[in-house]
């Protein structure tokens, strides 16, 4: 494992070899770089060698890092619960985890009191893995109609989706197709002035490339740029 700014280096030659295979330029993915557990030096050397945005899973660690990290766009990346809502709404720039009307009324009651319009991602579990959170593709689209309905200071932004690890990462490829079908049907058939479907959050250190090639535009990198996890500190 190299150092944190190698590591990006190579992960970034990566996503632009990808992107180019999908016809795209490199500057059309990006890098959100994964902290959880990570020190604020560790995000600030990421920060020094060109990471832009950072995604956490836990609210505890936006509140006790926030203040020690360089200059930096946060994305809320994980479960969030309801009742921790008000923690990070002034803080997080996207959250990428909206999977209930509840927990999006409750994003919207926060943010207009902060008077901010908060910008979300619908999580859909295109694999329907009883372990990871999300909505099918009906759930998640009766929820982005219910937000638009009800939640006047939520702009939606897109989607987002975590698929089952898999062996062989192109194994992967059926559930990010599927959210990305997902997301030009909406692009097609749903419009309001908060829809703006521009983020597809796809892919993490072991199969971004293929998510790429399925047409993500965000992928959340952390065991590739920062390495194993120690979850004892």
Known sequence: ???????????????????LLDG?????????????????????????AGVTDIGENKVQEIIEKYDLVSPV????IGHLQTNKVKYIIDKV??????????????????????GKTMDVLVQVNSAMEESKFGANAEGAEA???????????????????????????KDAAVYFAAV????????REVK??????????MGMSHD????????????RIGTAIFGERNYNR
């Open 73 to 76: 766009k946060w994305h809320m």
């Open 143 to 169: 929820l982005i109609r219910g937000m638009l309905e009800n939640c006047s200071n939520i702009r939606i932004k897109g989607l987002m989706c975590m698929a089952p690890f898999e062996d062989d990462p």
């Open 208 to 219: 971004y490339a293929v998510a790429i090639s399925e047409g993500s535009n965000l992928v």
């Open 192 to 201: 309001h002035e908060r829809l703006e479907l521009s983020v597809l959050s």
């Open 1 to 19: 494992m190299g150092s944190i700014k190698d590591n990006i280096e190579k992960i970034n030659s990566a996503i632009r070899d990808a992107a």
């Open 180 to 187: 990305r079908e997902l997301f030009s049907k909406l692009s």
């Open 24 to 48: 795209r330029e490199s500057g059309d993915v990006l890098l959100c770089a994964v902290t959880k557990t990570r020190s604020p030096e560790e995000i600030n050397e990421a920060i020094r």
């Open 93 to 114: 720039d996207l959250i990428h985890s909206v999977d209930s009307m509840r927990l999006a009324e409750e994003i919207d009651r926060r943010a207009g009191q902060c």
